[in-house]
T-cell receptor, first 109, second 112 residues
Framework: KNEVEQSPQNLTAQEGEFITINCSYSVGISALHWLQQHPGGGIVSLFMLSSGKKKHGRLIATINIQEKHSSLHITASHPRDSAVYICAVLLYNTDKLIFGTGTRLQVFP | GEEVAQTPKHLVRGEGQKAKLYCAPIKGHSYVFWYQQVLKNEFKFLISFQNENVFDETGMPKERFSAKCLPNSPCSLEIQATKLEDSAVYFC??????????FGSGTRLTVV
């Protein structure tokens, strides 16, 4: 079993839909990152969370430390949101990220 | 600048040749990390630095991989005698505090 599990693996949506991607982890962490990787490969850090909720534009990320679970929400999705979204946790007391397997999102017009 | 600059973007090497990858962290960031992305979303931690000092190298295959971060120079990751399984995208990231990561755009290494 992976230490960081994401669901779903693949997600297809129509433009304008509300999207949720989930991440569960089984290890102690200092922080959790949500990353976006477009075809062509560059990685963009969307959020870093250690508690609560953060919002940036149409993106919202939440984390529940007790339940070891985080969600990434995209409101009013757009085709340019199509990418792989990766949850990565910073192992407690280390500087190593452990990555989830990613969620491939495709948003159609 | 405000980006982590990785060069080259693509590198092709024959099996057994040396490969050298470079990473210029964001100015003021004292932590640098190297990760290897082998399959679509399989990332492996290689090494981290705090300034020019190795912080954690537990992920490095030491027999062929080496890395340095020297003052006033880009950090480097060198692979001696590349093997086919070294084909991957190598990402560098920098951080001011070990928590907030900024990733570079990666170097795609293809070993043929």
């Amino acid at each position: 079993k992976n230490e960081v599990e994401q669901s779903p693996q693949n997600l297809t949506a129509q433009e304008g839909e509300f999207i949720t991607i989930n991440c569960s982890y089984s290890v102690g962490i200092s922080a959790l990152h949500w990353l976006q990787q477009h075809p062509g490969g560059g990685i963009v850090s969307l959020f870093m969370l250690s508690s609560g909720k953060k919002k940036h534009g149409r993106l919202i990320a939440t984390i529940n430390i007790q339940e070891k679970h985080s969600s990434l929400h995209i409101t009013a999705s757009h085709p340019r949101d199509s990418a792989v979204y990766i949850c990565a946790v910073l192992l407690y007391n280390t500087d190593k990220l452990i990555f989830g397997t990613g969620t491939r999102l495709q948003v159609f017009p | 600048g405000e980006e982590v600059a990785q060069t080259p973007k693509h590198l092709v090497r024959g099996e057994g040749q040396k490969a050298k990858l470079y990473c210029a962290p964001i100015k003021g960031h004292s932590y640098v990390f190297w990760y290897q992305q082998v399959l679509k979303n399989e990332f492996k931690f290689l090494i981290s630095f705090q300034n020019e000092n190795v912080f954690d190298e537990t992920g490095m295959p030491k027999e062929r991989f080496s890395a340095k971060c020297l003052p006033n120079s880009p950090c480097s990751l060198e692979i001696q005698a590349t093997k086919l399984e070294d084909s991957a995208v190598y990402f560098c990231a920098s951080s001011p505090d070990r928590y907030g990561y900024t990733f570079g755009s990666g170097t795609r290494l293809t070993v043929v």
